[in-house]
């Protein structure tokens, strides 16, 4: 079992910034990848960014120049820097530690709770 805590959501303007940090705990040596998934209103779930447990990211095309994923090995977390937010960008942010296998299309493994990011206009 993976536990999966997220924290940093709220609201901000368009053109602002949040940071959202996702803690991992318990069994996850077997975790391949920590991304970021996110569900609007009305949509389906999409990646927003992942990390690989070798270091590599991957992010999609909507947000790369303005997202930034990174980990602390040390403490098990990963960050997900937001900057030039736009209203696009509102919907419920998830947490998600890929096991036993790496497929972000079809993601497994554990979610986290969400945490929702409100971007005004």
């Known amino acids: 079992q993976v536990q999966l805590v997220e924290s940093g959501g709220g609201l901000v303007q368009a053109g602002g910034s949040l940071t959202l940090s996702c803690a991992a705990s318990?069994?996850?040596?077997?975790?391949?990848?920590m991304g970021w998934y996110r569900q609007a209103p009305g949509r389906q779930r999409e990646l927003v960014a992942a990390?690989?447990?070798?270091?590599?990211?991957t992010y999609a095309d909507s947000v790369k120049g303005r997202f930034t994923i990174s980990r602390d090995s040390a403490v098990n977390t990963v960050h997900l820097r937001m900057n030039s937010l736009k209203p696009e960008d509102t919907a419920v942010y998830y947490c998600?530690?890929?096991?036993?296998?790496?497929?972000?299309?079809?993601?497994?493994?554990?979610w986290g709770q969400g945490t929702q990011v409100t971007v005004s206009s």
């Open positions: 990390i690989t447990s070798g270091g590599s990211t």
């Open positions: 998600n530690a890929q096991t036993p296998h790496l497929d972000y299309k079809f993601p497994t493994g554990y």
């Open positions: 318990g069994s996850i040596f077997g975790v391949k990848a």
